[in-house]
């Protein structure tokens, strides 16, 4: 276990973080948890770069954040996808999209 | 946008730079508690939910650190925070801060300065209109490379006709004269211009009008300086009239207060443009141009030159080998100072390499102190840059603090500077501090920094942790490579300041010769007065002359006045004539090369006034009248030049100055300086004021006093005016004139010795800083010497001889460089060779002894060494 690679591929954590945010506005642990569940534990997030990606996002205006309370009352600073955000993740699962599919394909080709 | 935005929270960050950390430490909390209670919902005890999570999101603070380290503005942050360490380091090091402060003060202060002059002198345009347009005409001779910056009449007229390529060609001419007013009658600079004058300058008056053509001799403008000064304001000026050489002139027109071309001029009167002189061998005018819009000065210079050939086929006697040139107005009014400037930039460029070679020295020190602080910063992993940009960054900060002190020094240097400039360095009066200069000198003070930090940088980035914690430099163990080094800097610092020592020792020599020059007469106890008085018609020359004669006795009869004369031509003064002569009677003559010599016109008594020996013969007398027979005295150098060994008295001697009379030689005088006192004496001829009054009205009357000649000025004064109250007068002394004849050579001799002088302190600073730390480091070394017996003259001896190698080897190198250097000071010196072995000498055994004395303190705290205490010292 130990020797599986659980880092979320190079560049996509900006992608997924946007897509994990499209449902509905989440603190941190809620992003990390969501990934992890739906990923089946494959991608595991370390707090320090979420919260420096986190930080990247809102600064790119891709996210709002605000302190509230979570569902445990406990307050938390929740993230929030802005419009922007809409737009740039539409645009980052097209990209994924179009150059997964062409590392699929070579990979067959391969096999 | 996004750019924006970036901006705006990383600066809000660095404003509320606690707020984000707590917010981010507040997140990161709170993530962990959340990541905790999800793993005790799922089961887990309270201790095994906090260690699962820590080993699966690792520690808060780690997270903390990474969320903490987003964004530009912590690289700001380390910077500033690395600033403060910096200002703190040097806020603790009292000493070193003080001195290296200090020494770039004065490199960077000295640098500014001269800086300030070149910027104003050579590189700000021309506060006239068009300036790059704007130029003067110049006569050469092809053979000789003799070049005046003056054209004949003719000449002028002919390039002003014919020059397409010149939009406009005015011709001037002019000096110092008397300006009579109604009230009284004032000495200022007056130029004689024609109509183009106007437009070569694209002149606007500020009151009145321009004069037109036919106005020659009637109208003159006036700068608003002069107008203020004698009318009260410009409006006030306009229709005044003044007498200038005893015509009536009405002011027409004011132009603004800043223009006084050429030199100092405050009236320009109007003279037509059909010049008086028409001789093609008398250079009566001084031209300037202005050039067609887009033609180059090649082209320009291009089309003068043809016309030059056809004048020189048209005129093959009078223009032979003659080329008319047209030379940039900028370069015309500066190129004389040129070489001074260069020298003194070349000067303050040493005086700051000094300086460099100074505070890289003390910061050697200080990195050699901190090299057990690098190593421990090293060994817990710090990169070679982050161990590099402390020293860089105190070495910055060092530099600004020395900049803003060298800019306190320039200010005042400035001052000192406009106020010592001779009258030909030009644009004096424009000198001042700007924007340029302040670029300037900021910049000169980042590259000090730099080149003086670099060295200890680099050794900083170099140190191996576990060597430089093993080593104690205070055991005498210290490395080799450090001392070669620091020795290094003080050979080169000497080799500086020698070259410095020998510039100044040879331009000091140069002023003293000059100074002391036997000049042929004496300076000693003589009032000059200059005075003007005006004459236009035959019988007002008469007039003049019986008016002179007058003024002679009267003031001859004042109590302390010993002797009173008159002349046209005094030396180290402004007036004066010369040509060339023919001679009867004498060496036969070549007729290629005519003699030539200075003529000056005297009344009886001038020879015995001045103090300038009468050889043979007699002085002018009474007799001598302009209806008796022409006679002329001759300096010896004349009568050897023309007569050889004949003897002259009684021969027959004619010159062009005004009438085609020959003249009898009647005496023979000795030689003197003419000009100043670094000229040779020469040939002259001396006429009697009676037999030449045209040349008369405008005179020195010189008076050989017996009480200080300046107490005398009111009394001499109210006895001219007693006579005729329209005489303009201006008084000195001969000293005086001659003090102003070398005020360049003194110039440059003040500053040169100046800048060597602080050359020398900062090298002495330097060889004492060296010393000292050296003897500190050999404490150890030195203890353990004298505990086996060393007594404290080997050790003093020792100390000593190790400065004075590195002195001799630094004036050896400064030897070889003053040697390549000398060609540059050349042209500048008056009765010493560069090579001169009395400077040459002086400036080692200075240097020697500067380095001997500055090593003579650290080697006395040498001897005192306390071998007990220095071996138990650690």
């Known amino acids: 276990m130990a020797d599986e690679n659980t880092d979320v591929i190079q560049g996509t954590l900006d992608m997924l973080i946007l897509k994990t945010l499209s449902l509905e506005p989440m603190h941190g642990f809620g992003i990390t948890r969501r990934m992890e569940q739906v990923s089946r534990g494959v991608f595991k997030i370390n707090p320090g770069s979420l919260l420096t990606a986190l930080q990247r996002l809102e600064r790119a205006g891709w996210l709002d954040s605000e302190w509230k309370q979570t569902e445990n009352s406990r307050r938390a600073k929740f993230y929030a996808l802005t419009r922007a955000g809409k737009k740039q993740l539409e645009q980052e699962t097209a990209d994924w999209a179009r150059r997964a599919s062409a590392v699929a394909r070579l990979l067959k080709a391969e096999a | ?874």
Not at chain 2, 141 to 154: A, D, L, M
Not at chain 2, 405 to 427: C, F, K, S, T
Not at chain 2, 440 to 452: C, D, G, H, K, R
């Open chain 2, 1 to 874: 946008m996004a750019l924006l935005r970036s901006l705006v929270h990383g600066i809000r960050n660095l404003l509320r730079r606690t707020d984000r950390e707590r917010d981010v430490a507040e997140e990161v909390e709170q993530y962990f508690q959340e990541a905790v209670s999800y793993q005790m919902e799922r089961g887990m005890t309270a201790e095994e939910a906090r260690r699962n999570t820590r080993m699966e999101a690792g520690t808060m603070s780690k997270a903390r650190e990474q969320a903490n380290s987003y964004g530009w503005e912590n690289a700001v942050s380390t910077f500033f925070s690395d600033l403060r360490f910096a200002a703190r380091q040097l806020a603790k090091h009292r000493a070193f801060t003080l001195t290296a402060t200090l020494t770039l003060a004065i490199g960077i202060g000295a640098n500014a300065a001269i800086f300030t002059a070149i910027d104003s002198i050579l590189l700000a345009p021309l506060p006239y209109n068009h300036p790059d347009r704007l130029a003067v005409l110049a006569t050469r001779y092809s053979n000789s490379g003799f070049t005046i910056q003056r054209v004949t009449g003719p000449d002028g007229l002919d390039m002003r006709e014919q020059a397409k390529s010149l939009q406009a060609v005015s011709l001037m001419t002019g000096g110092e004269e008397g300006v009579q007013l109604r009230d009284h009658a004032t000495y200022t600079e007056v130029t004689w211009v024609d109509e183009n004058f106007a437009h070569v300058f694209n002149l606007q008056p500020i009151a009145g009008r321009l004069f037109a053509d036919a106005e020659s001799h009637r109208s003159a403008l006036v700068n608003e300086q002069f107008a203020r000064n004698n009318f009260g304001s410009a409006q006030a000026a306009l229709g005044q009239t003044v007498h200038i050489e005893n015509e009536a002139i009405e002011i027409v027109g004011v132009l603004p207060g800043g223009f006084h071309y050429p030199r100092k001029t405050e009236v320009w009167e109007a003279f037509s443009l059909l010049p008086e002189s028409k001789s093609r061998t008398a250079f009566n005018y001084r031209a300037v141009a202005l050039l067609r819009n887009g033609v180059s000065f090649q082209t320009a210079q291009a089309e003068l030159g043809g016309i030059s050939q056809r004048l020189q086929a048209a005129y093959p006697k009078d223009n032979r080998r003659k080329q008319i040139m047209v030379l940039p107005m900028a370069e015309a009014l500066t190129g004389p100072a040129r070489p001074t400037l260069m020298l003194l930039w070349a000067t303050v460029g040493m005086i700051l390499l000094i300086a460099c070679v100074n505070v890289t020295h003390l910061q050697l020190v200080r990195a050699m102190e901190r090299q057990r602080e690098i190593a421990i910063r090293k060994a817990l992993g710090s990169s070679r840059w982050q161990v590099m940009r402390p020293v860089i960054l105190e070495s910055l900060l060092l530099a600004m603090l020395g900049c803003a002190a060298g800019i306190l020094l320039a200010i005042p240097a400035v001052h000192m500077l406009v106020a010592m400039a001779p009258d030909e360095l030009p644009r004096a009066h424009e000198i001042h501090l700007n924007g340029w200069v302040l670029v300037f000198t900021v910049t000169l003070a980042v590259l000090t920094s730099l080149v003086s930090s670099i060295l200890p940088a680099m050794r900083a980035a170099k140190v191996n942790a576990a060597d430089a914690m093993k080593q104690d430099a205070s055991r005498g163990m210290g490395r080799k490579g450090a001392a070669t080094l620091r020795d290094g800097l003080v050979v080169a610092e000497v080799a500086a300041t020698f070259v410095l020592a020998v510039a100044a020792g040879l331009l000091l020599r140069t002023m003293f010769t000059l100074m002391t020059n036997d000049l042929g007469f004496q300076t000693r106890q003589m009032l000059v007065v200059d005075a003007d008085n005006p004459a236009h018609s035959e019988d007002d020359y008469r007039r003049m002359l019986q008016q002179f004669d007058e003024i002679f006795a009267n003031l001859k009869a004042v109590p302390g006045v010993e002797h009173v004369a008159g002349v046209m031509g005094l030396p180290m003064g402004p007036y004066g004539s010369n040509g060339n002569y023919t001679a009867r009677g004498g060496l036969p003559m070549n007729p290629d090369h005519a003699p030539s010599a200075i003529f000056s016109i005297a009344s009886p008594g001038y020879f015995q006034t001045m103090g300038i020996p009468m050889l043979r013969g007699r002085d002018f007398n009474a007799q001598d009248t302009y209806d008796n027979p022409f006679v002329v005295v001759i300096s010896e150098s004349a009568a050897r030049q023309s007569f050889g060994n004949i003897d002259p008295i009684g021969k027959q001697i004619h010159c062009g100055l005004d009438s085609d009379n020959w003249m009898m030689v009647i005496g023979v005088v000795g030689d003197i300086r003419q000009d100043s006192p670094a000229e040779k004496p020469g040939p002259a001829l001396y006429m009697p004021m009676a037999q030449h009054p045209y040349h008369a009205n405008q005179i020195h009357i010189v008076l050989r006093t017996q009480v200080k000649p300046l107490t005398l000025m009111n009394t001499v004064q109210a006895k001219i005016m007693q006579t005729n109250s329209q005489i303009a007068m201006s008084f000195t002394t001969m000293d005086a004139l001659v003090n102003e004849s070398i005020t360049t050579e003194r110039f440059r001799a003040v500053l040169i010795s100046a800048f060597a002088g602080a050359g020398l302190l900062l090298a002495m600073l330097g060889v004492y800083g060296t010393m000292a730390y050296t003897v500190a480091q050999r404490t150890f070394e030195i203890g353990l010497r004298m505990a086996f017996g060393a007594n404290r003259a080997i050790i003093l001896r020792g100390i000593l001889r190790h400065a004075a190698r590195l002195a001799c080897i630094g004036i050896a190198v400064g030897l070889v460089l003053s040697l390549a250097l000398a060609r540059l000071v050349t042209a500048m010196l008056v009765g010493v060779r560069p090579m001169d072995p009395v400077s040459l000498g002086a400036a080692s055994l200075l240097l020697l002894l500067t380095a001997i004395v500055a090593a003579a303190a650290p080697g006395l705290k040498a001897t005192r060494v306390n071998p007990l205490s220095a071996l138990r010292a650690e």
